[in-house]
């Protein structure tokens, strides 16, 4: 049994940073893509980043791209998003999420294990 948990959500300004983490436990998860996803109240669940096992191969969204870094220590079995320069319209419960594949996809079906999400909320 795989369980994904995320934490680091919080309220904070618009222009402050947090770091998201992402604890894999159940299962080693070195050979997987690991991705984080965001969703808002009667919206589809949105990619946001997403790295490749080794880290070598990484997505981002267009809207996220250059203040969102997602990183991970597969030592640790644990996946980071850190988020620079937070706009109002990043508020959003973030999931991360493991994919059984060493590619790296942007969408949320190629997704396999998820965590129960955690709150960003920006103000502005």
């Known amino acids: 049994q795989v369980r994904l948990v995320d934490t680091g959500g919080g309220l904070v300004q618009a222009g402050d940073s947090l770091k998201l983490s992402c604890a894999v436990s159940g299962r080693t998860l070195s050979s997987s893509t690991m991705g984080w996803f965001r969703q808002t109240p009667g919206t589809q669940r949105e990619f946001v980043a997403a790295i490749s096992w080794s880290g070598g191969n990484g997505a981002y969204a267009d809207s996220v791209k250059g203040r969102f870094t997602i990183s991970r220590d597969n030592a640790k079995n644990t996946v980071y998003l850190q988020m620079n320069s937070l706009k109002s319209e990043d508020t959003a419960v973030y999931y991360c999420?493991?994919?059984?594949?060493?590619?790296?996809?942007?969408?949320?079906?190629?997704?396999?294990?998820w965590g129960q999400g955690t709150q960003v909320t920006v103000s502005s």
């Open positions: 999420a493991a994919r059984v594949s060493s590619s790296v996809s942007t969408y949320s079906s190629g997704y396999a294990y």
